[in-house]
C-alpha cells in the first residue's frame, strides 16, 4: 500500500436534517438530533429513476451527486460504492413474499442486488467507466477505501479519481437484533485521488504497526464512515475505532 496515501478532493455527508459541514459538527459533538422528517431532495434525477430509488438510494445519489457536481464524470474517474446491508428492506420484502405465495418481483430483485444503487446511478449520468460494489461487515468502509487506494495506484486502471460513495441505514423489525455499527441512516461520498509529496493526504494503516504510545491516536466508538468524517472535520491526526485493526492517518503538506 502506497505511503502517500489518498488526497480527499471533495466530500458530502447526509442523515436526515443533517447535511453541512456545521451541521455534522454540531451532530458530532452532541449537540443537534436527527429529523426523521426530512428527505434527501433528489429533484435532479429523472423522474423514470427517482421512483426507483429508496431513502437508502437517494441518500447515496444525493452526496455523489454533490461530488460529481465540483469533478464531473469522464473516463478517468472510477466508481465504488460501498454498504454492509444493502436494500435489506427491499430484499426483506421479497422474502415475505416468497413465505406467503411463492412470487418474485423482477422489479423488486433488480433493485435489491448490492450494485443497484451505483448502476442507477451510472445511468442517470451515462457512465460507462468501471465500477465496483463493496459489503465487508463492520469493515466495509475500510475495504472500499483500500479497493480505491488500489484502483488509484494501479498503472493499468489509468484512473485519475475515484468517487467512493458509502450509504447504510439501521435495520428494521426482526432483523434490529443483528444491527451492532450502523447508528442512523447515512451517505457519506469522497472524491479521491493520488496525492501528491507535497500535498495534505489520509492513509489507512494497520494498528498493531503504529507506536502503542502514540497519544494522537482517538478510538471512536462510532463506526468506520462516521469516525472518518469526526477526522476530516476535526483537527485529530489519527482515528479508528474501538472494533477496527486499521486507522486513518492524516499526513500533513508540511510534514
Not at 493520488?194 to 466508538?221: H, M, P, T, V, Y
Amino acid at each position: 500500500m502506497n505511503t502517500l496515501g489518498i488526497s480527499v478532493d471533495a466530500w458530502a455527508a447526509w442523515a436526515p436534517g443533517i447535511d453541512s459541514p456545521n451541521d455534522w459538527n454540531a451532530w458530532l459533538a452532541g449537540d443537534s438530533c436527527l429529523d426523521e422528517g426530512v428527505k434527501p431532495n433528489v429533484s435532479f434525477v429523472p423522474p423514470m429513476y427517482r421512483r426507483r430509488l429508496s431513502l437508502l438510494g437517494k441518500m447515496a445519489v444525493l452526496t455523489a451527486q454533490q461530488c460529481v457536481d465540483q469533478y464531473p464524470i469522464d473516463s478517468s474517474l472510477r466508481l465504488v460504492f460501498a454498504s454492509r446491508y444493502g436494500e435489506n428492506a427491499r430484499t426483506v420484502g421479497i422474502l415475505n413474499n416468497i413465505v406467503d405465495d411463492g412470487s418474485v418481483s423482477p422489479a423488486a430483485f433488480s433493485l435489491s442486488v448490492h450494485n443497484a444503487i451505483a448502476g442507477i446511478f451510472s445511468i442517470i449520468h451515462n457512465a460507462t467507466e468501471p465500477s465496483v460494489s463493496v459489503s465487508a461487515g463492520q469493515e466495509t468502509f475500510s475495504a472500499a477505501w483500500i479497493e480505491a487506494e488500489q484502483i488509484l495506484w494501479s498503472q493499468m486502471e489509468n484512473a485519475d479519481r475515484v468517487l467512493l460513495v458509502y450509504y447504510d441505514e439501521p435495520l428494521t423489525g426482526d432483523l434490529t437484533r443483528f444491527t451492532d455499527d450502523i447508528q442512523i441512516p447515512f451517505s457519506i461520498s469522497l472524491m479521491l485521488s493520488k496525492s501528491q509529496s507535497n500535498g495534505e493526504s489520509i492513509c489507512l494503516q494497520n494498528k498493531r504497526a503504529l507506536d502503542s504510545s502514540d497519544s494522537s491516536l482517538n478510538e471512536s466508538k462510532l463506526n468506520q464512515p462516521l469516525s472518518f468524517l469526526r477526522l476530516l472535520l476535526s483537527p485529530e491526526q489519527m482515528i479508528s475505532t474501538t472494533t477496527s485493526n486499521w486507522v486513518w492517518v492524516k499526513n500533513s503538506a508540511n510534514a
